[in-house]
Structures are given as C-alpha cells and as structure tokens.
C-alpha cells in the first residue's frame, strides 16, 4: 500500500511538473495539440488599406481666421457680439463714438458744394469773357480791313497829287492804329482762353481734392461702425464697451472670428513615413471629443521643410477636410490621422489580435484536424483591427485569439 501511495504521489508531482514546464515556455516541446480558449476566426479574402498614422491639430484655413479691429480711435460706445456667437459678413460687431466725424463729414461736403459751385461759375463766365474777347478781335479785323483798304486808296492819289501829304498821313496812322489794335485784340483773347483754361483747372483741382476729403470723412465714419468681414463664430473678444482705443501703426483687436467651415489638419508625419505620403490621397482622422466618429479628409499639401521635435524628423502635412462638420469640429483640437497610403486587394487577412509573438516568432494559433496548433506566419499590412498574412495560412483556416493560456501544445510550426 505504501509502494501504490509512492507511485500515485510520483505521478501526481511529474503532472505538475510537466504543466509548470509548459506554461513558463507557452508551449512544450511535443506534438500534443494545444489546449486553448478563445474566439475563432475564419481566414478570408479582402481589402486591407495601408496606413500612415500620425498626430494633428485642427487649424483654420489662411483667411478662416480673422482679427477685427478698429482703424479709428476714439471710445468704444457699443460691442454687439460675445463669446461663442455666429456672425455673418457684413453684419454690425461694434461702435465706436463718430460725433466728430459727422462733423468732419459735414465740413467735407461743405467744401464739396463750394467748390462745385467755383466750377460751375468759372465754366458759365468763361465763355462770356472768351465770347467778347473773340467779337473785340473780329471788330479790330474789320476796322483793320477798313483802314488798309483807305491807305492803300491815299498812297496811290497822293501819288497823282489828287491828295494832300497831309490826308495820306492821317490814313497811315488810322492804318497803324487798326493793326496795334488787331494785335491788343488778338494778346486779350490768348490771354482770356488761357485763363479761362488755368481757372478751369484750379477750379477742378479743388473739386478733386475736396470730393477726396469727403470720401475719407465717409470713410472714417463708417471705420466708426465694425463689420464682420466674413461669416463665423466668435471665438475671443479682446475690448470692452466704454475702452478708448488708438488707431495708430495698427488696429486694435476688438474681436476673432473663425469660419468653422474652413477648417483643416496641420499633421506632422514620422520621417520614416513621409515617403508613403502623396497628394490627394484620401485620410481619416479623429478627435478626443468625438472618438468614435471618423471625420474625411484629403491631403492637400506636404511642406518640404522638417520640424524636429524630441530629436524626432517630422514633416508637416496639411489634410483638407471633406464635409460639413462644424457642429463638431473646433480649432486646437487633436486629431489622430490615418492617410490611405496604398490599397491591396485579394488579401489574405486575420483579426490583428490573433497575432502573437514569442522568442522573436511572429506566430498565430490555428485549429487543424480537431486540435489547436501554433503556427509561424509572416505579416504583410496591417489596418487598425486587420492584419495582412503573406506566407503561413490558408483561405478558410480558423484561428484563434485566445483567452487563456494553453494547458499543452505541439511544436511551434506544425502543419503548413
């Protein structure tokens, strides 16, 4: 009886011996199947895509984000917006007090309606003054006519000695005058036409000038009433009602506005993927807030430049967003991004969880023939839950992702 208890109590302790033996190496040198619990799979066909992961934030687009300021000073008499609010291009954010700049205004226009009027004036008695001038010198031709006409009558009797000296004298001088008084007419006119011209000029110089005056007037008034240049939300809000600002070398910021429909992702890729990366590949990104949400996305430009962080090469890449999500997205937020670097169809593909490594063996539980077999696989993609399996299993195998430790096992390798 003592000999059968000593058989028992050595059969009892080699069983122990032989379970510690396999569960510190996993899996024992024999070719007992395995005995495992878990879910199983079956190995199928399908298209596995290859992924760029990486690390963003959301940003505005360039112009999406807008600082709105004040190009005039004075005091701030109403802010019409707050934190959070939607705005539309166009529409009144804040005032800031303009009574002296109606004044002004009202001064511009003004000098305006004088300066109209000087024109006006110049150009209805101009033509006057060139009219009599231009009627003097037509006089003075005729009257020249006249007396050349009678000189010429006296020469030729005086030469007959049908005249006195004397009457001959009298029509050269009446001759002479007609011409210094044709020359007087002519010098008047000229000089009438030239000044009717330079008053012209000066009068319209004024207009110009004045009309340029009360344009900036306006301007500056309606620089008194701030406008959202474009449609947004309004993310800051940097003056308060009754601040004096000074528009001086810059504006001052009275708002931020972003256009939450023009957002993008500044991504910063791993140097070591930079080269899978081309322009207009698809990507999908998420974000803490909503994690379960995958949000579309193209890359739309890759920057030559590197940014090192940590020692670590990263390439900033920016990813255009595909559709409508501004009821969700928001500037700074983080995103994890999965760009589509490559697409393989046909592929022989497993559950990603099923795949274990061990003593540098990349090695996958199968169940073959009723048991439940190690076998060592070689991996090709992998796309977030999915792996790729390029050498070591066939369409249709089950494998296994275990729950629990094999009890025992065959040699790693069995089977293909």
Same mark, same amino acid.
């Given at each position: ?35 495992? !619990? ?25 112009? %999406? ?16 917006? !707050? ?18 700049? #109606? ?41 020249? +006519?006249?007396?050349?006409? +009678? ?15 004397? *009457? ?39 207009? *110009? ?7 900036? *007037? ?79 996305? #193209? ?5 030559? !430049? ?34 589509? %670097? ?62 629990? %430790?094999?009890?025992? !096992? ?7």
């Amino acid at each position: 009886m003592k000999k059968a208890k000593g058989l028992k109590w050595t059969a009892a302790a080699l069983v122990i011996l032989a379970l510690a033996a396999g569960l510190w190496t996993w899996w024992p040198q024999g070719d007992q199947g395995l005995q495992v !619990s878990g879910k199983e799979f079956q190995v199928k066909r399908g298209t596995i895509r290859r992924m760029v992961v990486s690390t963003g934030t959301v940003k505005p687009q360039v112009g %999406a984000e807008v600082k709105v300021g004040a190009r005039v000073s004075g005091r701030v008499e109403k802010l019409l917006v !707050s934190i959070g609010q939607t705005v539309k291009a166009g529409q009144v954010v804040a005032l800031i007090e303009h009574q002296d700049l #109606e004044a002004k205004l009202r001064q511009a226009q003004a000098e305006l309606n004088a300066d109209q009027a000087r024109l006006v004036r110049v150009q209805t008695t101009g033509p006057k003054e060139i009219a009599r001038a231009q009627a003097e010198l037509t006089e003075a031709k005729a009257t020249l +006519d006249l007396t050349t006409l +009678d000189y010429g009558r006296q020469e030729k009797m005086r030469s007959s000695d049908l005249v006195a000296q004397d *009457a001959l004298d009298r029509a050269r001088e009446k001759h002479q005058v007609a011409q210094a008084r044709l020359k007087a007419a002519q010098a008047k006119l000229n000089q009438v036409r030239h000044t009717y011209e330079q008053d012209v000029k000066v009068a319209q110089a004024d207009l *110009a000038a004045s009309q340029a005056k009360l344009a900036t *007037a306006q301007v500056n008034l309606d620089y008194a009433t701030i406008r959202a240049p474009i449609d947004g939300v309004v993310s800051s809000v940097s003056t308060q009602e009754g601040e004096t600002v000074a528009a001086s070398l810059s504006a001052p910021t009275f708002i931020t506005i972003v256009d939450l429909a023009r957002l993008q992702v500044d991504d910063f890729v791993d140097e070591t993927d930079i080269g899978l990366v081309k322009l207009a590949q698809k990507a999908f990104f998420t974000v803490d807030a909503y994690p379960e949400q995958k949000f579309r996305g #193209e890359v739309e430009a890759i920057q030559p !430049s590197a940014k090192i962080v940590d020692d670590v090469v990263y390439y900033p890449v920016t990813v255009k967003i595909l559709g409508d999500y501004q009821d969700k997205l928001k500037p700074e937020m983080t995103a994890t991004v999965n760009i589509i %670097a490559g697409v393989r169809r046909d592929a022989l593909l497993i559950p990603a969880p099923a795949i274990r490594r061990k003593a540098g063996k990349t090695m996958v539980y199968v169940k073959r023939e009723g048991t439940v077999v190690l076998v060592p696989v070689e991996v090709g993609w992998t796309e977030e839950l999915r792996a790729q399996i390029t050498k070591g299993l066939q369409e249709g195998e089950t494998v296994i992702i275990p729950t629990s %430790a094999p009890l025992t !096992s065959a040699r790693p390798g069995a089977g293909h």
